[in-house]
């Protein structure tokens, strides 16, 4: 005896084999760091359980040397139309990797989370994470300098849309976002239990200390300006090429108003 499926009942049938077929294909590969299963110990918590768990689960990672980290930066913030090219932050342009150093028109190696608020220096660990260090203009890093992020000020020479006063710096909006989730990294990763100071977002300017701010201000920064795509690849090439750990704040922007909000 021959059967005649209907077309309906055909359909749905070949739809229920591709279901099964692509749902043992994705049991079969292997998670990525950015999947659920490297954020699992975090699943769940808000406040300061989510934050220890996210430290627990970034503070295992390879440790650069400060010359290691110019060849870093060759990489992590490539111009994706040039590769001879890296692209500064806070200006957004585009400058020969070889131009880098301390002269006026290089880019030199710029610590969003500013040294003197943590006194880490440029040995290995804050003071070398990728996390927080982008090639920046010379003049630009030096305007920034220590400064608190805050909205407001003066425009910045060399930087079109940054502002700045006495104690705080504003970066263009493209970069605001990319600023507040590299501080809610660095807050995070380094909370005192591995030789370098407990370092701290807080809502005021602050000066030479191991408090950032301010919290207000990067938070708004992080909902306003969303992950870009170019977060994302520096994100990748840092875990698969260089320090192996994860801005979590890239992969769920979300995790800073449970732990901050």
Known sequence: MTFTLGRGRALALALVSLFLVVLGTAGSQPATAASDDYYAPAAGKTGSALESALHDI???????????VWTALQDTDEDPSNP???????????IAKNRNGGSVGDWNREHVWAQSHGDFGTGAGPGTDLHHL??????????????????GGSAVSGC??????GDSFEPR???RGDVARMMFYMAVRYSGDDGFADLELNDTVNG??????????????SAADPVSAAEVRRNDRIDAAWQHNRNPFID?????????G
């Open 173 to 175: 909006a493209a970069y």
């Open 58 to 68: 970034i503070d295992d990672q390879t440790r650069l040397s400060y010359s290691q």
């Open 84 to 94: 001879s090219n890296v692209i500064e932050m806070y200006s957004g342009t585009s």
């Open 208 to 221: 030479s200390t191991r408090f950032h701010g301010r919290i207000s201000t990067l938070l708004r920064w």
């Open 134 to 151: 982008r090639p920046a203009d010379v003049q630009v890093n030096s305007t920034r300098g220590n400064k608190d992020f805050e909205g």
């Open 160 to 165: 079109s849309g940054c502002l700045t006063d």
């Open 252 to 260: 769920h922007p979300e995790y800073a108003a449970q732990i901050w």
